[in-house]
């Protein structure tokens, strides 16, 4: 039989795909190659650099071999950043192309500075393979998506992609389209950024914000007596608050429960992801429903999930609370469950901050939050043991700040830095051009901009209060006006939020802490450096070092260094705290770690090669503000 010759389309639509599993694996490989340095499990300081360019060479002694980085850029905070080939050259002087993840880390395995856990290696590299293949998927995805937007926008005669949203939808509802949106790229330093090798690929895409999601949340029942409720002081009751702020969900509730001859009164309405209550909980919570203490029936709420994937906004044209849920699901190598300590813990640290902002009017100017109202808990009646709770549980997180009537444009960061269906730049291109121009003046004006709106009151909370806020690319909303000024921050995510007790004790605030056998604590009372380095991490770090690194990509800014704006906003912020801070060594000591010491960040690629052994290992990334004076 003959064989069929492909048509023009086929073969375009191979080379497209071909295309995308290329840039999956570059991606993948850049971000090992990143990961690697900054952790110092390669180390930096052997690299051999030629003199006129961005070429380097690693000798790996091991194995009698040296790696060639074709182009290899040195940026602050000891960032690689690879953007040619590598190569491979051994002892006869032969040389070969490394042409994915795998290839490389087999490469440089025995030159790791760390002994992998004896199947660390091989988990890496399972998950590295489905995070490529989910991002092929994903980028396939986005090129239809762009399209459908692209017709939108100029069928609305929009000025740009931020600005249809504006035109077409509520604001609650462009936000989270941004919010998943900026899903595509993942953390900056999770190697394994979109890994979920347990769900086949019409689960990843039917389930993830980064395809435009919508997913189905079943309202169960749990027994009043097997729950434990966590909620801040305005909240009367759970089924009072939920009755008012989900009125139609609560009705088929009741109703349901009636007809099946069950008093309201006697349970909780909870709700479960589609997936997790399918996949999970009719099998390892059969005991529990045979026993009447779970009915998994239920009326169901569309939602939309954010970013996290396991956080949902039910798609309403009236904003209702974010539903936070377990899933129990492998994503970047750990599985989403919610633990008692976010039950407990977010209500907690919402109140205190919002007793904060209520007395601190300048702060409250700078600074919102997503409170976090409510939350339950299967909890054991008899023994109180709340651990098999974290795969039945939810906290509701208020969606008022989204709702605005105030003109400003609530923008998750990482879809400032994700690209426009429009011409493929980051997002955050569109609100520096929003004032007339991108001169470098108005690059540096707008950073300048940026940079305070984050700093002032997240340095604020941490030296005034001891509160550390998560704020990274996830948890951090910039609220911007028409003329794209970044004017307010925006913080959500206060479950495993850090906390100084000293520091807000001394200003007569309290907040019970979480204690649980073999669950890390969040609280602390003596070492301050475990909250500092938490909001380095993750504040300076993973979002303001990004930022900056974009926008140095994509500007020429010959005159402008952006890591010294950093550094002259970060001396203001604590110039002005100063005179309210605890003490003049408290305040020297903590202005020496952000503006002088090395940074500490979360080792997360040696945490997996070593199976997780210890959650809090880090390493230390030279401080790009201390040579920029």
């Known amino acids: 039989m003959e064989e069929r010759m492909s048509s023009p389309a086929e073969a375009e639509a191979r080379a497209r795909e071909a295309q995308r599993w290329s840039a999956a694996a570059r991606n993948a490989l850049n971000r090992l190659i990143r990961c690697l340095f900054a952790e110092r499990l390669l180390n930096p300081d052997a690299l051999l650099w030629a003199r006129d360019g961005n070429q380097a060479w690693l000798p790996l002694w091991q ?37 994915g993840p795998s290839d490389l880390m087999r490469q440089v395995a025995p030159a790791l500075a760390i002994a992998p856990a004896s199947d660390g290696l091989e988990h890496l590299l399972r998950d590295v393979e489905d995070s490529m293949r989910n991002d092929v998927l994903a980028r396939r995805h986005r090129e239809h998506w762009s399209a459908e937007l692209r017709g939108a926008i100029v069928e609305a005669e929009a000025r740009g992609f931020l600005a ?38 019409e689960d990843v895409t039917a389930l993830s914000p980064e395809f435009g999601a919508r997913v189905r949340v079943r309202i169960a029942a749990l027994r009043k007596e097997w729950s434990y409720v966590e909620k801040m002081p305005h909240v009367g009751g759970y089924s009072e608050w939920f009755s008012q702020k989900f009125p139609e969900l609560w009705r088929d509730w009741t109703e349901g429960l009636n007809k099946s001859g069950k008093s309201p009164e006697d349970w909780l309405p909870l709700p479960v992801h589609i997936w997790h209550l399918d996949n999970f909980l009719y099998r390892e919570f059969a005991s529990e429903i045979a026993a009447g203490v779970f009915d998994p029936d239920g009326p169901e709420v569309v939602t939309l999930p954010s970013m996290s994937f396991r956080t949902m906004l039910p798609d309403t044209r009236e904003p209702r ?60 009646p008899v023994t109180g043991d709340e651990h098999p709770g974290r795969f039945l549980s939810v906290v509701y997180r208020n969606s008022d700040a989204l709702a605005r009537n105030d003109g400003l444009l609530p923008v998750t960061v990482a879809a400032l830095l994700t690209a426009s269906p429009i011409d493929g730049r980051p997002l955050i291109c569109e609100l520096i051009a ?51 000024r970044p004017l307010k921050l925006l913080i959500r995510d206060f479950g495993d939020g850090r906390s100084f007790a000293p520091l807000f004790r001394e200003r007569g605030h309290n907040l019970q802490p979480f204690t649980r056998a073999g669950i890390l604590p969040t609280t602390f009372d003596h070492d301050i450096g475990l909250v500092r380095s938490f909001l380095i991490n993750a504040c300076f770090v993973c979002h303001l070092h990004e930022v900056a690194l974009c926008l140095d990509e994509l500007y020429t800014l010959p005159g402008t260094n952006l890591w010294q704006i950093l550094r002259e906003e970060t001396e203001a912020a604590f110039d002005a705290l100063r005179p309210r801070v605890l003490s003049d060594a408290f305040w020297l000591e903590e202005r020496k770690a952000f503006l002088e010491k090395p940074w500490p960040s979360r080792s997360v690629l040696r945490m997996h090669l070593e199976r997780y052994r210890d959650y809090r290992l880090e390493h230390e990334l030279p401080n790009p503000l201390a040579g920029a004076q």
């Open 63 to 99: 194995s009698n071999r040296v790696l060639h980085f074709t182009d290899l850029r040195r940026r602050p905070a000891g960032t690689l950043r690879n953007r040619g080939s590598v190569e491979v050259l051994d002892e006869t002087s032969a040389r070969y192309r490394i042409d």
């Open 434 to 484: 929003r004032n007339g121009n991108e001169s470098e003046a108005a690059v540096s004006a707008f950073f300048r901009a940026y940079a305070g709106t984050v700093i002032r009151p997240t340095l604020a909370m941490y030296l005034l209060y001891g509160i550390a806020f998560e704020a990274h690319q996830q948890n951090s909303t910039i609220l911007f006006d028409e003329t794209g």
């Open 321 to 380: 609370p974010f539903i936070k849920l377990p899933v129990a699901i492998w994503m970047t190598s750990e599985q989403r469950t919610l633990q008692a300590k976010s039950i407990h813990m977010g209500p907690r640290l919402s109140t205190l901050i919002s007793d904060i902002l209520s007395k601190e009017r300048d702060l409250g100017d700078r600074l919102e939050i997503f409170t976090e109202e409510l939350g339950a808990i299967l909890h054991h």
């Open 164 to 201: 249809y949203l504006e035109k077409s939808q509520p604001p609650h509802l462009a936000a989270m389209t941004l919010d998943q949106w900026g899903a595509l790229e993942g953390h900056p330093f999770y190697p394994t950024w979109k890994a979920k090798p347990d769900l086949p690929p």
